[in-house]
């Protein structure tokens, strides 16, 4: 995504602005695909539809702020007011990257699946309120991995 915002950002032609967009696309895709997934992942089920509901509703934040962007730069040079828009997009996500890196926590689901159950049940306890017991939580991931292992192999990709 941002190296789509700085390649917008410093096109000189028509065709390196839509390689830019090509870029911006399939990040903003991943996004949509995994911010989601990741909420749903590490939030306790009473709360998971509200979280992902927020995720939905930053998107559009993100889109007024976009538009909010164009009024902010109205008075600059053509030349220079498209490429501040596209250029004050990586404020947001660089951001973003950077809290992602200090504060989340890998996926329990992940860490199940690669055996690294403690550590799972690590991040569930600080993910469940003090004192809820998760080893029912890690022993429900286990299960849901193993049955979802079974149901490929029952059909998966062989079938096609």
Not at 15 to 37: C, E
Not at 65 to 90: H, K, P, Q
Not at 129 to 150: S, Y
């Amino acid at each position: 995504f941002i190296i789509g915002l700085i390649i917008q950002a410093c096109a000189n032609g028509y065709s390196l602005l839509m390689v830019g967009r090509i870029f911006v696309g399939l990040g903003v895709g991943f996004g949509l695909a995994i911010d989601p997934l990741y909420i749903a992942e590490v939030s306790p089920a009473a709360h998971r539809g509200e979280l992902v509901t927020w995720s939905e509703a930053a998107i559009n934040v993100g889109i007024v702020l976009g538009f909010f962007s164009g009024i902010v730069f109205y008075d600059l040079n053509d030349e220079l007011e498209w490429r501040l828009m596209f250029a004050m997009g990586t404020v947001l996500p660089v951001a973003m990257i950077i809290l992602s890196q200090t504060v989340m926590a890998e996926s329990p689901r992940w860490l199940v699946s690669k055996g690294q159950d403690e550590e799972a049940k690590e991040i569930l306890r600080k993910i469940y309120p003090e004192g809820f017991d998760v080893n029912p939580v890690a022993t429900d991931i286990k299960e849901a991995l193993e049955r979802e292992r079974i149901a490929e192999q029952a059909v998966g990709w062989n079938m096609i």
